[in-house]
């Protein structure tokens, strides 16, 4: 269990890009799934990605009219 995990954007079912601040040994596996970043690089890409969030609101789903960015991701 990890609290507070900054940063998340799922990209397929519980699979997520997200911030990683219990470890730096980035390029290793260290998850089932999820795709670890610093926590600099997850807000930046946080960031520029849509959807949107909007004000007051801390999560949101894309939606027709506020679509998500398309990420591809390789193994």
């Not at 799922?10 to 990683?20: D, I, K, S, V």
């Not at 894309?62 to 960015?69: E, V």
């Amino acid at each position: 269990y990890l609290p507070y995990v900054p940063y998340t954007m799922y990209f397929y079912l519980g699979y997520a890009l997200h911030g990683t601040y219990w470890h730096d040994n980035f390029g290793e596996p260290m998850s089932r799934g999820c795709v670890n970043l610093s926590t600099d690089n997850a807000k930046k890409l946080f960031d520029w990605a849509d959807p949107v969030i909007p004000p007051g609101e801390t999560a949101v789903w894309a939606t027709p009219d506020n679509p998500g960015t398309l990420v591809v991701v390789h193994q």
